[in-house]
T-cell receptor, first 114, second 115 residues
Framework: DAGVIQSPRHEVTEMGQEVTLRCKLI?????LFWYRQTMMRGLELLIY????????DSGMPEDRFSAKMPNASFSTLKIQPSEPRDSAVYFC????????????FGEGSRLTVL | GDSVTQMEGPVTLSEEAFLTINCTYT??????LFWYVQYPGEGLQLLLK?????DKGSNKGFEATYRKETTSFHLEKGSVQVSDSAVYFC??????????????FGQGTRLTINP
């Protein structure tokens, strides 16, 4: 079975540009989580969805960040405009009650903002 | 709010050494506890879990026991291998809100095993 698929794996962009990160959930999973990982702050939960509905976005750093889940299998995380301090690895993870809520992570998208 | 505190790293050991990574938690209820492992260049994956007090989770030679009296969930392995080099995260499952669970992670402990 395919796992959580993230794209792009690596993105290098210049400050001020728009960045869109994409995530495809495991088939049948209904909860979706976006995490950010940096050396300084570790692993931070940005936002999570259940059944396509955002449940808690209190971790989203500021209005420059937005996330959507247009259907049950796909999500995007957008940063507009991007800043150098947004440089991090962004992980998407999915889970389901039937899987006893085990989180399955993608391989991450490494973002570098110059 | 709920929180997890892990032993600070990095931890460096020789192959076949005994490993302990400490983890303590603060929670208002009775959380489930987890250890996740992140190998270089990969996402996190579940290593083991325990859902109630005195439960022992185990996998790949790793063990952790849910100690309610000390609010701890220390990770142990009797004889580590080079392939165990990774970052280890302790986590607890927060309140299930509107049908979705949320995991609270510790800061991670980087483990390096030298041959």
């Amino acid at each position: 079975d395919a796992g959580v698929i993230q794209s792009p794996r690596h993105e290098v962009t210049e400050m001020g540009q728009e960045v869109t990160l994409r995530c495809k959930l495991i088939s049948g999973h209904n909860s979706l989580f976006w995490y950010r990982q940096t050396m300084m702050r570790g692993l931070e939960l940005l936002i999570y969805f259940n059944n396509n509905v955002p449940i808690d976005d209190s971790g989203m750093p500021e209005d420059r960040f937005s996330a959507k889940m247009p259907n049950a299998s796909f999500s995007t995380l957008k940063i507009q405009p991007s800043e150098p301090r947004d440089s991090a690895v962004y992980f998407c993870a999915s889970s389901t009650r039937q899987g006893a809520w085990e989180l399955f992570f993608g391989e991450g998208s490494r973002l570098t903002v110059l | 709010g709920d929180s997890v505190t892990q032993m600070e790293g990095p931890v460096t050991l020789s192959e076949e050494a005994f490993l302990t990574i400490n983890c303590t938690y603060t929670a208002t209820g009775y959380p489930s506890l987890f250890w996740y492992v992140q190998y270089p260049g990969e996402g996190l994956q579940l290593l083991l879990k325990a859902t109630k007090a005195d439960d022992k989770g185990s996998n790949k030679g790793f063990e952790a026991t849910y100690r309610k009296e000390t609010t701890s969930f220390h990770l142990e392995k009797g004889s580590v291998q080079v392939s165990d080099s990774a970052v280890y995260f302790c986590a607890l499952r927060d309140t299930i809100i509107q049908g979705a669970q949320k995991l609270v992670f510790g800061q991670g402990t980087r483990l390096t095993i030298n041959p």
